[in-house]
């Protein structure tokens, strides 16, 4: 019986992704920054944007004039916030067989942005009762990661029954592997306490690419100063036979820079050397940063990547998101590539690389 299956963060080559414009034209922050990344997507990708009942016609004239792919508009049901822009939290995506399923699950801010795509594209909608946000969830080729919270928020942290009925609900979800990103410990072994930050995919990148012993290669944040609660992060994925490359990312007040919030991809494309990740740069905004711009594009150039930027996210650092929060990857197209393999020549290279004035 074929199960369902997660879509991976990875895998193949991007075939269509949804944005949102709650407010149409008039945020133009965000006009920014989705302009800047339709600049960088492949003209093949299918970009799906929705938007209040009000805007529908000014954000189809917007989309016709810049991206010449296939496109479409949909108009929410209900009125939206300025939280509906991070369109990666209130669905997942999973196939079963050749059947796409648009998983809406319980989020920080839900809307039923499962129903909104799949009218445009006919796929099924399936309801979870889970809390798991599509920011505090990796999918990668054999394996799974999920953040502590989307556990905890169930289960509490003193239960050990319910903690297990939560895990097993998780697994539930897809076959591969399962590791729980976070720190600290519960009464369940291998269970962490609570996790940093509020959303993995902020701090947390899957590159597709393995070691020559076979451990999945992640990038993960290191910021400045001391950040015992990411150190701990880093010493259970790697317990969990992880490689954890660690990745200098600047913050603002408390909240991460988010070069590691990235779409990517692991096949090459018809007319690109290598495979596509697609990048904030934030140097764009502020001069000071230039510096990590220039050594986070060496990090996956590195790791046999050209890097595609897009610029525009500075004013969202303080929100929490960045490229992979606001672009929801609907489908893939499935093309067999085995995971590269880089050598510790070159990873250990890349880990003494520093963002030099």
């Not at 999973?94 to 594209?121: H, M, N, Q």
């Not at 930050?197 to 590159?207: K, M, N, R, S, V």
């Not at 600047?250 to 007319?271: C, D, I, K, Q």
């Not at 610029?311 to 499935?334: D, H």
């Amino acid at each position: 019986m074929t199960r369902r299956r997660l879509l991976t963060d990875t895998g193949g080559l991007i075939a269509a992704i949804a944005l949102c414009l709650p407010r149409g034209m008039e945020h133009r922050p965000l006009l920014a920054a989705h302009r800047s990344l339709l600049s960088q997507l492949p003209s093949e990708i299918a970009v799906t944007i929705a938007t209040s009942p009000e805007h529908p016609a000014d954000v189809a004239r917007w989309l016709d004039h810049h991206h010449a792919g296939p496109h479409a508009v949909v108009v929410a049901n209900g009125k939206l916030d300025d939280h509906a822009i991070w369109m990666q939290d209130p669905l997942l995506v999973a196939t079963k067989g050749r059947r796409r399923i648009y998983l809406s699950v319980r989020s920080e801010y839900p809307c039923d942005a499962a129903g909104w795509f799949a009218s445009a594209d006919g796929a099924a909608v399936d309801r979870s009762p889970l809390h798991l946000s599509g920011g505090n969830s990796l999918v990668g080729g054999n394996f799974h990661i999920v953040g502590a919270d989307a556990i905890l928020k169930d289960a509490g942290r003193h239960t050990p029954a319910a903690i297990l009925r939560v895990i097993d609900r998780h697994r539930a979800l897809d076959p591969r592997r399962m590791h729980i990103y976070g720190y600290g410990a519960t009464p369940v072994a291998g269970m962490p306490w609570a996790q940093e930050p509020f959303h993995l995919d902020l701090a947390l990148a899957l590159t597709g690419c393995r070691t020559i012993r076979s451990q999945p290669i992640v990038l993960l944040a290191r910021p400045p100063g001391v950040s015992a609660e990411l150190d701990a992060v880093a010493a259970r994925l790697l317990a969990d036979g992880f490689h954890v490359l660690r990745v200098h990312v600047p913050m603002l007040g408390n909240s991460l820079y988010g070069y590691n919030n990235v779409l990517v991809e692991t096949a090459v494309r018809p007319g690109e050397p290598r495979p596509l990740v697609f990048v904030p740069r934030y140097g764009d905004r502020r001069r000071s940063l230039i510096r990590y711009d220039r050594y986070v594009e060496g990090l996956w150039t590195g790791l046999g990547f050209t890097p595609r930027w897009v610029t525009g996210w500075g004013p969202f650092v303080f929100a929490g998101g960045a490229v992979r929060c606001a672009a929801k990857v609907l489908s893939r197209r499935a093309i067999s590539t085995p995971e590269r393999t880089i050598p510790d020549r070159t990873l250990a290279r890349l880990a003494r690389l520093t963002p030099r004035d």
